[in-house]
């Protein structure tokens, strides 16, 4: 013999079964929109980086210029008693 639920429970079993889904998809969506800010204070701590290793760039690439002016190695040259070769110092290699 099989009894059968009563309206009333079966009603209750809907009543819970929604609202167990609802508190579901409510969990869903806070975890989505926490996960979202995360990836955003990733992303601008990222663009932050960026800039600087840009800023950082520019300034190595002024050093390297500065470092290789033919000013300052023509002064350097001096300083450490350098010139152009004598005569029959050159050899060219092929």
Do not use: C, W
Not at 71 to 92: D, E, Q, S
């Amino acid at each position: 013999m099989t009894r059968k639920a009563k309206p009333a429970t079966i009603s209750r079993l809907i009543t819970y079964g929604l609202a167990a889904a609802i508190v579901a998809a409510g969990f869903a969506m806070l975890m989505v929109r926490l996960e979202v800010i995360e990836e955003g204070y990733r992303l601008s701590a990222l663009k932050l980086q960026v800039r600087q290793l840009g800023d950082e760039n520019q300034r190595l690439r002024l050093q390297e210029a500065e470092l290789k002016s033919r000013k300052r190695l023509r002064l350097l040259a001096i300083h450490y008693g350098m010139g152009p070769p004598a005569p029959g110092h050159v050899m060219v290699v092929r």
